[in-house]
């Protein structure tokens, strides 16, 4: 199984849901979600597992829970 890390920037609250790849890393994620009651990390972990094509179980926030940078690990 092979893992790897990700940084991403998040907006919550945004009128329009955005995945944009700055880098092969590095990631700025919109969602329309509000940072209230974990609904935007949730949707945050969907748009990463969507992305990297593995479930959602496998997408998990290791730093910046409350922040809008996190670091996410994405196992495969």
């Known amino acids: 199984m092979q893992s790897f890390y990700i940084h991403t920037k998040v907006t919550a609250g945004a009128r329009k849901e955005s995945f944009k790849?700055?880098?092969?890393?590095?990631?700025e994620i919109s969602v329309k979600e509000k940072a209230e009651n974990n609904?935007?990390?949730?949707?945050?972990?969907?748009?990463?597992?969507?992305?990297?094509?593995?479930?959602?179980?496998?997408?998990?926030?290791?730093?910046?829970?409350?922040h809008p940078s996190k670091l996410l690990i994405v196992e495969s």
Not at 21 to 27: A, E, L, P, R
């Open 21 to 27: 790849n700055k880098t092969k890393d590095h990631f």
């Open 39 to 66: 609904m935007a990390n949730g949707r945050v972990l969907e748009l990463v597992a969507e992305h990297f094509e593995v479930p959602v179980n496998k997408v998990r926030i290791i730093n910046g829970h409350h």
